[in-house]
């Protein structure tokens, strides 16, 4: 069974940087694509970033990608998220996901089949 443990968390001024990780077990992490999204209250759960097999194939939601930059160590079995230049707007609840591995990422919440429990990212302005 897979198991998704996020860390990273807090309260940040905007402007500030923090990293998130996401510890996978209880499969083979590389034959996984894995993901980032968040929620924020009242709000649906969006997709923020995701990463394939390998470091070099990612995919970001517009509103991110010149902040936020994913990647893993498959060695590790650890995925990260790091994320510059904070925004109050960024705060939400921060998800990782996996799913199989697939010749295309997705930003779908249906496509994902494993979930952590979430951490809190907080920025304050």
């Known amino acids: 069974q897979v198991r998704l443990v996020e860390s990273g968390g807090g309260l940040v001024q905007a402007g500030a940087d923090l990293s998130l990780s996401c510890t996978f077990s209880?499969?083979?992490?590389?034959?996984?694509?894995m993901a980032w999204f968040r929620q924020s209250p009242g709000k649906e759960r969006v997709f923020v970033a995701a990463i394939g097999w390998s470091d070099s194939n990612t995919y970001y939601t517009d509103s991110v990608k010149d902040r936020f930059t994913i990647s893993r160590d498959n060695a590790k079995n650890t995925m990260y998220l790091r994320m510059n230049s904070l925004k109050p707007e960024d705060t939400a609840v921060y998800y990782c996901?996996?799913?199989?591995?697939?010749?295309?990422?997705?930003?779908?919440?249906?496509?994902?089949?494993?979930w952590g429990q979430g951490t809190q990212v907080t920025v304050s302005s």
């Open positions: 209880g499969s083979t992490f590389s034959d996984h694509d």
């Open positions: 996901a996996a799913k199989w591995v697939g010749s295309t990422l997705h930003a779908s919440t249906s496509m994902y089949t494993y």
